[in-house]
């Protein structure tokens, strides 16, 4: 009986708790399959005698192979992952079956899979998975072990001479296992970009984020396995933590918690799904085996497990405090605190009579150059000693809240005099150089290390002379095109005021990712070289990186929460949302329309600018919030009207000076004023 009572209290307490988004035309674009099995989509290769291959999409009928060798390739449309199923249905004692798995359609073959496990010259570590003889006549299933993380492409060959009929192939998805309908999301997104050539262009790269991260909230037993057993092959037992579901770096690899990656991936996540327990898990995994003595935490989770990297250990703190935003979880901070301030203590020892942090721990996103006074190392320190500070004043840790920014405001200083190099109006990476990084530049000013407008002015201005048509070049890393450092690129040149270059770059770099058919076309890839091609690292002397690249990786989804917090505008200022800030950047476009939860309910924005430079913003946030709207980067076309209205009330005569206003249902609106019209 207690039982049933507590389970009525929970029954009724989800619908309080998950409000969906409302429905509407950006639900077309929602990558999520609508149930968690599906079927092939397309044929997209046959090879040898095989008959019926079109009968498989839809599971309209069997087909047939015959003879050792001959195979059919399946698409299933978009990236998927999890427990093929099929029927075999006419077999012989001799009849067997090599399965073969890929992304890309580049690897489609019938002798490997793309390579989850290992990167090797070969690029065919991982292999076939082999149905050995004889079959089972009837349905079969994919062992749980041999779950194939993250595909588009099922290549099936009969590895016998003798025929086999199979029918209804069907894939069983296992990310997200603790959610039934894929497609419920709690955020929304949609703009009409009537300056892309596909006006659908930036709400589909906003869903294709949303989806990645989908594809790497995976069960907590489901991993890849290290070290990597077997060989070749693979197996995806690995245990990922302390608990399920969890936030991985990639669908197919490495399934691993990796912080760095969810400093991109959990804001996507928070924006979208609003499935932050997935986040929660993974810090918590990181914590629980912090080094007692130095603080150290790991900077990537079971089964791999490595000490090593300062800029990942950063971005656990960096993760602490995005889930306290999000959550207000009060109880999971208090009971972190200690470890959560040793953590900090760790960095902070190793800022040495300089005034910068040493960076001696050099793991890091792939980068070259990351060690020693490195300035995208002492962006990081500076990003998570304000985070501390902002974490400790939201917990009536008043005096601890004073230190840090005492220490942030010592790095800030000495940062501009080691790193500003005002011949290049960029930042230089290390003091003994002017290679000036796109990760460095980006986090300082996204971070605000600048001290004047100017300087992010020029930062922006700067950061573009690394592009090229698709994308971001990143000096740190020659001849890739990294999507994680570009999402913080993004989020800088919104920073400085400069939408319409920000969603410049998210129409190159993304639109050329979720089009190329290298691609999956569904979710975001991992990195990709300046041309184009996918041997992302393959310069750095990462050997097989073609087949290995992730083509679901969350540190790709950047524009997704970009596009959130300052194209529609709406972003939080205090945990839960209980302050939050509507500040919208029109960067070229005439409206959107969006809107994300916290535990306190909705946040919905719908802002639409017009011709004639009036603009009107319907805001519905929780009751007894408080917000303040800032129209500094509402772009009006010439000398376009002034009036700050709020609810028809007149707030203030220019856009320049943000104004605070209550929660609720509101109505911001930008109109002529009738005085100025009247003296003409
Ligand atoms: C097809 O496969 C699905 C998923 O395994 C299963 O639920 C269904 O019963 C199968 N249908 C037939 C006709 O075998
Ligand atoms: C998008 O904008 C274009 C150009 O302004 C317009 O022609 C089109 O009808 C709009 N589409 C939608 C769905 O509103
Ligand atoms: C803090 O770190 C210690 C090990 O140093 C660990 O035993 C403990 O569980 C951690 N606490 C949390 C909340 O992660
Ligand atoms: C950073 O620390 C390492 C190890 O102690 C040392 O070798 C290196 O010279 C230091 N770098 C700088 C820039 O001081
Ligand atoms: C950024 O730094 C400048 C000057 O250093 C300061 O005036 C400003 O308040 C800071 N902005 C934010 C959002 O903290
Ligand atoms: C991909 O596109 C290129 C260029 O448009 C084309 O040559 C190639 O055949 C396409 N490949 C596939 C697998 O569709």
Not at 139 to 150: D, E, F, N, Y
Not at 200 to 210: H, N, R
Request: hydrophobic share 40%; charged share 15%.
């Amino acid at each position: 009986m207690g039982n049933l009572r507590s389970l009525n209290v929970l029954l009724l307490a989800i619908p309080l708790a998950f409000c969906s988004a409302p429905a509407g035309p950006w639900d077309a674009f929602n990558f999520a399959p609508a149930s968690k099995t599906v079927w092939p989509t397309a044929v997209f290769h046959t090879e040898g005698s095989v008959t019926g291959a079109d009968d498989l999409p839809g599971n309209k009928g069997a087909a047939t192979l015959v003879g050792n060798g001959a195979w059919l390739a399946l698409d299933f449309g978009l990236e998927v992952g999890g427990l093929i199923s099929l029927n075999f249905d006419t077999v012989t004692p001799a009849s067997s079956v090599n399965l073969a798995f890929t992304e890309s359609s580049v690897f489609v073959r019938p002798d490997a899979s793309d390579d989850g496990t290992q990167c090797t010259e070969s690029m065919k570590y991982d292999g076939v998975f082999n149905i050995p003889a004889p079959l089972p006549s009837g349905p079969w299933t994919l062992p749980r072990a041999s779950m194939r993380g993250g595909f588009r492409f099922l290549t099936i060959v009969s590895a016998s001479d003798d025929p086999v009929t199979i029918s209804n192939v069907s894939c069983s998805i296992t990310f997200m296992p603790h959610v039934e309908n894929l497609r419920d999301y709690a955020g929304y997104f949609y703009t009409n970009d009537s300056l892309s050539a596909d006006a659908d262009l930036l709400t589909k790269i906003w869903y294709a984020g949303a989806y990645t991260v989908q594809t790497n909230t995976v069960p907590g037993d489901s991993g890849r396995m290290w070290p990597l057993v077997p060989s070749p092959g693979w197996s995806t037992t690995g245990n990922l933590g302390v608990d399920g579901p969890i936030i991985v770096d990639g669908a197919k690899r490495d399934r691993t918690v990796w912080p760095g990656d969810m400093g991109i991936a959990t804001p996507t996540q928070f924006v979208s799904t609003n499935d932050v327990i997935a986040t929660r898990n993974a810090l918590d995994v990181l914590f629980v085996d912090q080094e007692p003595n130095t603080g150290e935490l790991y900077f990537v989770g079971p089964p791999i497990k490595g000490r090593g990297s300062d800029t990942y250990h950063a971005w656990t703190l960096v993760g602490a405090r995005n889930y306290f935003m999000y959550t207000g979880d009060r109880e999971w901070l208090d009971n972190l605190w200690t470890n959560y301030t040793k953590a900090v203590t760790f960095l902070t020892n190793k800022v040495d009579d300089s005034g910068l942090i040493n960076i001696t721990g050099l793991g890091d996103w792939a980068r070259l150059g990351g060690g020693g006074h490195n300035a995208a190392g002492n962006a990081i320190l500076y990003k998570v000693l304000t985070d501390a500070a902002d974490l400790a004043s939201h917990t009536d840790r008043t005096d601890e809240a004073a230190q840090y920014l005492a220490k942030a405001a010592a790095l800030k200083e000495v940062y501009n005099t080691a790193f500003w190099d005002d011949a290049q109006g960029m930042y230089r990476d290390n003091p003994d150089t002017t290679l000036a990084a796109q990760d460095a530049n980006s986090f300082a000013v996204l971070y605000n290390l600048t001290n004047t407008p100017d300087q992010a002015t020029r930062v922006s201005e700067g950061l573009t002379k690394n592009w090229n048509d698709i994308g971001a070049v990143a000096p740190e890393l020659p001849n890739t095109i990294s999507p994680f450092a570009s999402g913080f690129e993004i989020q800088a040149h919104f920073e400085a005021g400069q939408g319409e270059r920000a969603l410049d770059l998210i129409r190159r770099e993304w639109g050329y990712m979720l089009s190329t058919n290298l691609s999956v076309q569904s979710t975001l890839i991992e990195g990709f070289t300046a041309d184009g091609g996918i041997g992302y690292r393959s310069d750095t002397g990462y050997a097989g990186d073609l087949a290995y690249t992730s083509h679901a990786h969350g540190w790709s989804t950047g524009p997704t929460s970009a596009l959130t917090f300052y194209l529609l505008g709406i972003s939080l200022t205090a945990p839960q949302g209980a302050q939050w800030r509507f500040a919208p950047h029109t960067s070229g476009l005439p409206a959107a329309e969006g809107g994300f939860e916290t535990p306190l309910g909705r946040f919905d924005v719908k802002w639409a600018l017009a011709q004639d430079g009036s603009f009107t913003a319907e805001l519905a946030t929780p009751e007894g919030t408080e917000g303040v709207v800032d129209l500094a980067n509402v772009v009006q076309t010439g000398t376009g009207p002034t009036r700050v209205l709020v609810d028809g009330q007149k707030v203030a005569d220019g856009v320049g000076s943000p104004v605070s206003v209550a929660g609720g249902s509101r109505k911001v609106q930008i109109r002529s004023s009738t005085c100025a019209k009247k003296r003409k």
